[in-house]
């Protein structure tokens, strides 16, 4: 038996994606091709490494006790290509961020420009979902999130506070009722995410206002940041967003002043690879800066 790295390559890409077509466009293969390759490496094995269903592919106790193994062989293949790379003035190969979409839209863009900028052989992803990125199955290298994650093997850094407020056009509060105090707001339409697709505690801001009812719900912020633009209501905005629109005014600042935090989360063994630890340096940097920067546009 002797399996190269391109098979547990590809058994990994299958595992990950548990399918073979999400494998497929991970690894830029035809499906079945990645197909042939998981039999063969199956065949090998003496095992079946997965259990194949119209749902896709889930790990069988053998390739469950395989995976290991492919990913410590994965970060040997890492630090030897390093290695054999040596260190080099600019980053090179490809980085995939995720990011929750308010970061991803406003922040990430702008931050990763600058990065791309200075190295031109760098290709950054950002990936925008709002859910929680998946990280074991390596839905991207690094992640920024609003709580740090306690499960799993991974490396954790504060980045930076940043701060939201209540915001509306200024349209919106012309032709609206007068808000003086929090108990206005039950006049108004509030602009907010769907609740029960909440995917972190710390984004339930209306909650904390005491709002039962959010006539215009999104699970996007950016749904949610062009409602309040149009002037459709009243809603939380990151106040590193408000240059984006000079339009939106702030409300009820004194009463309504939120403070939030994004963390940095990676594989922990992607400590032990320089060109992650020089990326999440320039991106920590980039973002505290940006975000200083933006919040004091928002603020003057």
């Known amino acids: 038996m002797a399996e190269s790295w391109d098979d547990l390559r590809i058994f990994l890409a299958v595992a990950r994606g548990e399918s073979l077509s999400a494998a497929g466009r991970v690894l830029r293969m035809d499906p079945a091709t990645v197909g042939r390759r998981v039999a063969r490496l199956e065949q090998s094995m003496g095992a079946p490494l997965f259990a194949k269903s119209a749902q896709g592919y889930a790990l069988t106790e053998a390739g469950t006790r395989l995976i290991a193994h492919a990913e410590a062989a994965e970060q040997a293949f890492s630090l030897a290509s390093e290695a054999v790379r040596g260190r080099s003035e600019g980053l090179s190969g490809q980085i995939r961020i995720g990011a929750p979409d308010g970061c991803a839209n406003f922040l990430l863009p702008q931050v990763c420009a600058r990065i791309s900028e200075a190295n031109p052989d760098l290709e950054v992803q950002i990936v925008a979902l709002p859910r929680v990125v998946n990280l074991s199955r390596r839905e991207a290298d690094m992640a920024i999130a609003v709580s740090p994650p306690t499960a799993g093997r991974l490396l954790v850094q504060k980045i930076t506070d940043y701060r939201l407020h209540l915001a509306a056009s200024a349209d919106y509060l012309a032709s609206s009722a007068p808000i003086r105090s929090r108990e206005d707001?039950?006049?108004?339409?509030?602009?907010?995410?769907?609740?029960?697709?909440?995917?972190?505690?710390?984004?339930?801001?209306?909650?904390?206002?005491?709002?039962?009812?959010?006539?215009?719900?999104?699970?996007?912020?950016?749904?949610?940041?062009?409602?309040?633009?149009?002037?459709?209501?009243?809603?939380?905005?990151?106040?590193?967003?408000?240059?984006?629109?000079?339009?939106?005014?702030?409300?009820?600042?004194?009463?309504?002043?939120?403070?939030?935090?994004?963390?940095?989360?990676?594989?922990?063994?992607?400590?032990?690879?320089?060109?992650?630890?020089?990326f999440a340096e320039a991106l920590t940097h980039g973002m505290r800066s940006e975000l200083a920067r933006l919040e004091g546009l928002a603020g003057g």
């Open 185 to 278: 707001l039950r006049h108004h339409r509030l602009v907010g995410y769907i609740p029960d697709m909440i995917f972190d505690k710390e984004l339930d801001y209306l909650s904390d206002l005491g709002v039962a009812r959010v006539p215009l719900a999104s699970n996007s912020v950016s749904v949610q940041f062009h409602w309040l633009r149009q002037g459709a209501g009243l809603g939380i905005v990151h106040d590193f967003a408000l240059p984006a629109a000079p339009g939106l005014k702030l409300v009820l600042t004194h009463e309504v002043s939120l403070i939030r935090s994004f963390y940095l989360v990676r594989h922990a063994d992607d400590r032990r690879l320089e060109r992650m630890n020089r």
